[in-house]
């Protein structure tokens, strides 16, 4: 398991001294509370935003029913980050990190020893981290995952299929200090029946996306390094 590689100061990565941020939710989160939410989220247990206000406004509405898209103000004077889109990390990285904490039926036991290679030879170890910030994955993703593991898709059709959907970068907050360094901007209202549509047509473009880039694959013969390949080298 890897550590330390892709740590920065946050002021320093980010360019600025404070960072707004938006989160969304069904209902308000004024005050965000260490030690809460689930930890089989992407990065484990943390406070989950992102800088987009429109990707937030999507988040807030898994239903038609109206959110809330909760905005922050991040102070970010001494609190370090970990990037897992650092040059240091490959799509590997990101992977291993996922299966480390999300929640999946994997599939068959060859790609359950997939799974437990990737957790090996590329995980990463997010402690020590303020902040983590990297690639967002929701529920189309893992069928993607299931692929890869079962050797279906290569690592470069992985690698393109990381950015289908535009769901961009995600910063969580995952430390005390991080916590401690956040302050509420106030809460608006995210309409379910504009925002909802919205995040359906995004993931159903990423799902219809990913079966055109798989065909492609196929198409090309299966070229490409698979994980079961990268198993043989090992």
């Known amino acids: 398991m890897r550590k330390g590689s892709g ?43 992102t800088e987009s206000h429109q990707l937030a406004s999507e988040w807030a509405c898994p239903t038609l029913e109206d959110g809330c898209v909760n905005e922050y ?13 650092a040059p240091e990390y490959s799509v590997l990285n990101w992977l291993a990190v996922l299966l480390a904490h999300r929640t999946f039926e994997v599939g068959p ?18 402690s020590g981290a303020d902040l983590v910030h990297g690639y967002r994955a929701d529920d189309s993703y893992f069928s993607i995952a299931r692929d890869f593991l079962a050797n279906t898709i290569s690592v470069e059709t992985l690698e393109r299929a990381l950015f289908l959907g535009g769901l961009g970068y995600q910063v ?21 029946e504009r925002w909802n549509p919205l995040r359906v047509a995004r993931d159903a473009q990423a799902r219809g996306q990913y079966r055109a880039i798989a065909a492609q694959s196929i198409e090309a013969g299966f070229a490409g390094t698979y994980l079961f390949d990268l198993m043989r080298r090992a």
């Open 109 to 126: 036991a060859g790609s359950v020893a997939a799974r437990d290679f990737l957790l090996e030879r590329y995980g990463v170890d997010l």
């Open 73 to 85: 103000l991040l102070e970010l004077e001494g609190l370090s980050l970990l990037d897992l889109a």
């Open 172 to 192: 969580v907050l995952k430390t005390p200090q991080a916590f401690g360094a956040l302050s509420s901007a106030g809460c608006a209202i995210a309409e379910g």
């Open 7 to 49: 740590m920065y100061a946050a002021k320093e990565f980010f360019g600025c001294d404070a960072l707004v941020l938006f989160h969304g939710s069904p209902q308000a989160v004024p005050r965000p509370q260490f030690g809460k939410g689930s930890p089989f989220n992407d990065y484990g247990q943390g406070f989950y935003c």
